[in-house]
């Protein structure tokens, strides 16, 4: 099956500890993306790739870091100057079509 | 930076009856509009897409129009049915500069029997 998967599906976070957000798609997309989504809101970019060995910032990238080592991964770790990272995590890769399609998500809970 | 305004927040509509949801954008550089649709506990799922070079776009129930000299776009979707309450966000994007999309704060549409 072609598609997007995250994991892990639940995640849970102590105060000070970095975490990594895996992120792995089979779609032989370049560009990928990682959105946060908090309750009733629309998404924010928080970092993207459009190439391997390459990646920006996106609107709110402070506290997190990526990296684009594979065009099949994209991990995202939430680091501990992210101050409020509970959330639910949202990985996308688009075509050349630049249409965006998403992972089932990351709910990220700090305890 | 872009911003899209999206309304109404919330929306019922009775079992095949018609639901309509607006977007407004600002940048008039913005090139490319999808509309997804979100699940409880569910990534969103890419639904119907239009550009700017076309003022309409029809899948089915599904219909988008786009007015670029307004900056609006709004989903229509007809003949509702229980399977489509969701969540629904609409988006804009410049495709030109990595297609960073930008999202509308979404509406909950609620097909009541």
């Known amino acids: 099956d072609g598609g997007i998967t995250q994991s892990p599906k639940y995640l849970f976070r102590k105060e000070g500890q970095n975490v990594t957000l895996s992120c792995e798609q089979n779609?032989?997309?370049?560009?990928m993306y990682w959105y946060r989504q908090d309750p009733g809101q629309g998404l924010r970019l928080i970092y993207y790739s459009q190439i391997v060995n390459d990646f920006q910032k996106g609107d709110i990238a402070e506290g997190y870091s990526v990296s684009r080592e594979k065009k099949e991964s994209f991990p995202l770790t939430v680091t501990s100057a992210q101050k409020n990272p509970t959330a639910f995590y949202l990985c996308?890769?688009?075509?050349?079509?630049?249409?965006?399609?998403f992972g089932p998500g990351t709910r990220l809970t700090v305890l | 930076g872009e911003n899209v305004e999206q309304h109404p927040s919330t929306l019922s509509v009775q079992e095949g009856d018609s639901a309509v949801i607006k977007c407004t954008y600002s940048d008039s550089a913005s090139n490319y509009f999808p509309w997804y649709k979100q699940e409880l506990g569910k990534g969103p799922q890419l639904i119907i897409d239009i550009r700017s070079n076309v003022g309409e776009k029809k899948d089915q129930r599904i219909a988008v129009t786009l007015n670029k000299t307004a900056k609006h776009f709004s989903l229509h979707i007809t003949e509702t049915q229980p399977e489509d309450s969701a969540v629904y966000f609409c988006a804009a994007s410049f495709t030109g500069g990595g297609n960073k999309l930008t999202f509308g704060t979404g509406t909950q549409l609620k097909v009541e029997l």
């Open positions: 996308a890769s688009s075509d050349i079509a630049n249409e965006q399609f």
């Open positions: 779609l032989n997309h370049d560009a």
